[in-house]
């Protein structure tokens, strides 16, 4: 995390090895980080972008595997590192922009929804892969329901297809795209938008708009999110998705044509 003299934190996903793959460690630095963002009144807007190629490859399926053997207890906290950091990000008292090159897949999907502004590059790849291997998206379900509403949300949650940079925009999940040499001018622009803008009237606006829609996460419902998301990991559908994608073979309930 890098703060300049203007106010703005700009905060690089930085595992560009595994396409920036979130683990538990990623997770709770990411979620200090932004909890340090909150208390402090001299940053002024936040941008989020992944280092290397990519944006975001959702969580890291080594972590995930190794998870699903996790007792009870650990095993939900793993969960709830994902949705506590979701909500963090969604709740966030500044305002926030995603540059997304690249993949951006699973929970970096999620991350896009949960920030105020999107921009992608036109070759930006998205997907919301769980389903692929066997998990559930469930600590990113509500944040994508309100970002593509639920009739996209359905499709792309229960496909796990791929889509590009266009019908991310036409589906709502960014606002703009843009040549990949343009993005981070794009960026730049609106960000010297927000910085026009009243710091307490964007977080009062923004924290109104999250609450008249129902876009904030009580503690229960985070802890049902993590529930079913761990519970599913742990399945033996689960552990077979995982398994079948770290060896680069087909999963069992995945047939061959003919």
């Known amino acids: 995390m890098e703060i300049d003299a203007r106010g703005i934190a700009r905060v690089t996903l930085n ?17 200090q980080g932004l909890a340090r963002i909150a208390s402090d009144p001299a940053v002024r807007v936040v941008v989020i972008a992944g280092a290397g190629r990519h944006f975001q490859a959702g969580a890291d ?23 506590r950091t979701m909500r963090a990000l969604n709740e966030l008292p500044k305002p926030t922009v995603a540059m997304v090159r690249g993949a951006c897949f699973g929970g970096g999907a999620g991350m896009v929804c949960c920030c105020d502004v999107a921009v992608a590059e036109e ?7 769980e389903v692929r291997v066997g998990v559930a998206p469930t600590p990113i379900s509500t944040h994508l329901v309100h970002a593509l509403v639920l009739r996209h949300a359905r499709r792309y949650a229960l496909t796990g297809e791929r889509f590009d940079a266009a019908e991310a925009r036409r589906i709502g999940l960014v606002h703009e795209v843009v040549p990949p040499e343009a993005l981070e001018a794009r960026v730049e622009a609106i960000v010297e938008e927000i910085l026009l803008a009243a710091p307490g009237a964007v977080a009062r606006s923004k924290a109104s708009l999250l609450a008249s829609t129902g876009w904030t996460l009580s503690e229960a419902e985070m802890a049902a999110l ?9 399945s033996a559908e ?21």
């Open 61 to 83: 399926l080594a972590w995930l595997r190794r998870a699903a053997s996790y007792p009870p207890e650990q095993a939900f906290a793993a969960s709830m590192a994902t949705t």
């Open 15 to 31: 595992r560009p090895e595994v396409n920036n793959a979130y683990d538990e460690e990623m997770l709770g630095r990411l979620e």
């Open 226 to 234: 993590a529930h079913d998301s761990w519970m599913q990991r742990a």
């Open 123 to 129: 070759g930006a790849i998205f997907g919301l892969t």
């Open 238 to 258: 689960g552990r077979e998705g995982l398994a079948a994608f770290l060896e680069k073979r087909r999963p069992a309930w995945a047939k061959a044509k003919g």
